[in-house]
């Protein structure tokens, strides 16, 4: 079975720091992998997502993942971080090929502080 | 804008007492999912429909079930609801199936209490 595995709960950071929240899954095949994040009181919407071709991709909002196939993961980054980036991220993933469903990690809350 | 509508936003019914939540979309798109979202944890999926064509997850309790009347509106029923099914209900669509290929699109949920 699939699994997903967010490092951290809780991230508390101040404007202008650097981000990067880890994700790490277990599969037995090849995946596509999203972030989504969702903004206090809002509901998911996807940050970006990786199906193929080039392992690190830009999503909106300044953020990227790089996707590690020998290291299973696909952590997010954001080089400097804005209090309205305060939101809970979600990383996913799902196979390929054949009947697979989403599967989402618990969720990491990023605080950021003016 | 197109949009996932969830109503209502916050639910409360009693123990044992049927309940229906509703989504509804304007994307036009063929993939319908339920998913349930406990405190701290990833949301996880109920079922869907492709189309007209149910999937329950293995895991779903018989007390959960859903109806899709049309493209646009599908339902989550909880027959019996229990102290446990108290969560955040999510539904979210998908242009196609196609093994993940497209993004899925999700409401702002419901969130349920059983007193």
């Known amino acids: 079975a699939q699994s997903v595995s967010q490092h951290n709960h809780h991230v508390i950071l101040s404007e202008a720091a650097s981000l990067e929240l880890g994700c790490n899954y277990s599969y037995g095949g090849t995946v596509n992998l999203f972030w989504y994040v969702q903004y206090p009181g809002q509901h998911l919407q996807l940050l970006l997502k990786y199906f193929s071709g080039d392992p690190l991709v830009k999503g909106i909002k300044g953020f990227e993942a790089e996707f590690i196939k020998s290291k299973f993961s696909f952590n997010l980054r954001k080089p400097s971080v804005q209090w309205s980036d305060t939101a809970e991220y979600f990383c996913a993933v799902i196979g390929n090929s054949g009947y697979s469903t989403l599967t989402f990690g618990k969720g990491t809350m990023l605080l950021v502080s003016p | 804008d197109a949009m996932v509508i969830q109503n209502p936003r916050y639910q409360v019914t009693q123990f044992g007492k049927p309940v229906t939540l509703s989504c509804s979309q304007t994307?036009?798109?063929?993939?319908m999912y339920w998913y349930q979202q406990k405190s701290s944890q990833a949301p996880k999926l109920l079922f869907h429909y492709y189309d007209k064509d149910f999937n329950n997850e293995a895991d779903t309790p018989d007390n959960f079930q859903s109806r899709r009347p049309n493209t646009s509106f599908c339902f989550l029923d909880i027959r019996s609801p229990g102290l446990g099914d108290a969560a955040m209900y999510l539904c979210?669509?998908?242009?196609?199936?196609?093994?993940?290929?497209?993004?899925?699109?999700f409401g702002p949920g419901t969130r349920l209490t059983v007193t």
């Open positions: 994307l036009n798109h063929n993939v």
């Open positions: 979210a669509t998908s242009r196609d199936w196609a093994s993940g290929l497209y993004e899925q699109y």
